[in-house]
């Protein structure tokens, strides 16, 4: 079974632009969550989508948005690019959404470089 | 809140010498816990869990982590270390106020096995 994709792998924008990155979870899996990683911060959650809804929003500016398709793929937007919006990406897919044991699998993420 | 603290940067290792990865948790309610190593340039893989049922939880690779309530930690552990081991690892706690995929990570340990 494919595990999770994530295009493009690497982007290169400058202030102010806009990007999408679009992420495809494994077959079957119906719960997309992101995460951005950051030397500084960490690992943090944005948002996890299931069934085309979003289910929970972390503590990111309303710059950073999502959506999902029917066919459980995903992408996530991010307005006005801030130097401090460079980081790796991460997008993990979940069977379901709302037991919250299933374990996550996390595709190899996007490096994104704001200049 | 829900929160997770791994206590050491860095961690190192002679191979073939046991290993142990530290975790402590702050949960409200039942702790759905949660192991992942990251390697260079690639996404987080995933290694356990702990959602109930017995304190050693045998992961995959040889890995295996201790749930101990009483002093709220789930330590990662292997008998003998592989170079190949070296890499990022990441405990992590679902987020149970947010409920659903909201995993909340800590902010990772370094380990390096040494020939």
């Known amino acids: 079974k494919a595990g999770v994709t994530q295009t493009p792998r690497y982007l290169i924008k400058t202030r102010g632009q806009q990007v999408t990155l679009s992420c495809s979870p494994i077959?079957?899996?119906?719960?997309v969550s992101w995460y951005q990683q950051t030397p500084g911060q960490g690992l943090q959650f944005l948002f996890e989508y299931f069934s085309e809804t979003q289910r929970n929003k972390g503590n990111f500016p309303g710059r950073f948005s999502g959506r999902q398709f029917s066919n459980s793929r995903s992408e996530m937007n991010v307005s006005t690019l801030e130097l401090g919006d460079s980081a790796l990406y991460l997008c993990a897919s979940s069977l379901t959404s709302g037991s919250g044991y299933n374990e996550q699998f996390f595709g190899p993420g996007t490096r994104l470089t704001v200049l | 809140a829900q929160s997770v603290a791994q206590p050491e940067d860095q961690v190192n290792v002679a191979e073939g010498n046991p290993l142990t990865v530290k975790c402590t948790y702050s949960?409200?309610?039942?702790?759905?816990l949660f192991w992942y190593v990251q390697y260079p340039n690639r996404g987080l893989q995933f290694l356990l869990k702990y959602i109930t049922g017995d304190n050693l939880v045998k992961g995959s690779y040889g890995f295996e982590a201790e749930f101990n309530k009483s002093q709220t930690s789930f330590h990662l552990k292997k008998p003998s270390a592989l170079v190949s081991d070296s890499a990022l690892y990441f405990c992590?706690?679902?987020?149970?106020?947010?409920?659903?995929?909201?995993?909340?990570f800590g902010a990772g340990t370094r380990l390096a096995v040494h020939p």
């Open positions: 992590a706690v679902r987020d149970g106020g947010g409920g659903y995929n909201k995993l909340i």
């Open positions: 077959s079957g899996h119906r719960s």
């Open positions: 949960v409200s309610g039942n702790p759905y």
